[in-house]
């Protein structure tokens, strides 16, 4: 999206607020718990669903579908518009206040709706209620957001240095990335069809997937997955790469990788040579039993391709400048095979039969699916 923008408005150097998703984001997953609050009564408390849904309610993760869900709605602003605050990079003590309160109204709900006096009106405003207190929450502690259909004025100056200056509403600013201008200037690609390939060898291929109360608005499009090979997915990348287009992705960063360093390959450490011991689970293998998980979200911003084949990947973090260089890691391919497992993609790069796999009834995965963790 950032750099669609770039592209359709010549600038050379550009932000998205991170904030501002992020705000509305919280908010709308508060709402999505105490939906599903109400929705799980008949549930356990201490059941395995219930626990899963308590474990982290307002998580800073998310899948790529869930921020989709948040731009239809709420829009974009530049960070100029609404730059971080200390809360924002910085979201540890909020969201434990976050998730105290939300676990203590799920008591308050429960206890509410499962009595015999209490009227649909009753929870309902008491539900709101709730709400309300959790954007007092935010708004105090990262400052409030400008509203979704409210001009906002944004000045910036594009490449040939000149000031440009514009109005719209955070709604009209994400309506653009699918105007004519903006899809000349990316080539065709609307970031608003881009769609997720995963890689989980415990399904079969062209298998349509999803996962069981994962999302962050109430009525919002569910998280959706096609399932494919890895080569497809390198393909469709390395495709995305070469028009341009960096690439969201989700992986298991914490293996076989040194942050410091900014290297991710599967020959870093030497268990055999230390040890004495082998460590030869698949993919499969390594989901199937919590050794392994869709963790953590990146983008592909480069690909080093001999004869035709991947070799290795540039990757850029999020981690502050202090983490690789300057932010950015090296991935090798052999890495990547073992420990993505997520890429989001421009329909044009993949085969027909992988996008018609959108159409099938999904396979629905629990809520505690390895491939619902990065959420």
Known sequence: MRVAIMKRYNIESFELSQAYLFFWDKLEKANY???NVLDTLEEPLDGRLM???LGSPVSDGGQFDMAANIIKKYGLVPQSVYPDSYNAMNSSAMD???TTKLRED???LRSLA???TST???INATKHKMLREIHLILTLMLGPPPSPTAPFTWEYYDKLGALQSTSMTPQELAATLSDAKTLRATGGTDVKKLFSLVHDPRHDYLTH?????LGNIWDGNPVSYVNVSMSTIKKACISMLRAGIPVFFGSDVGQSSDSKLGIMDTRLFDY?????VTLGMSKAERLAVGESAMTHAMVLTGVHVVDGKSVRWRVENSWSETAGTKGYFVMHDAWMDEFVYQAVVDPKFVAEDVKKVLSKKPVVLPLWDPMGALA
């Open 51 to 53: 626990q899963a849904l």
């Open 120 to 122: 649909s009106t009753d």
């Open 106 to 108: 799920c008591l308050r």
């Open 33 to 35: 718990f105490l939906e």
């Open 96 to 98: 434990r206040l976050i």
């Open 209 to 213: 997937l999803t996962v069981n109360r």
């Open 114 to 116: 499962t009595s015999t």
């Open 272 to 276: 055999e040579a230390g040890f004495n």
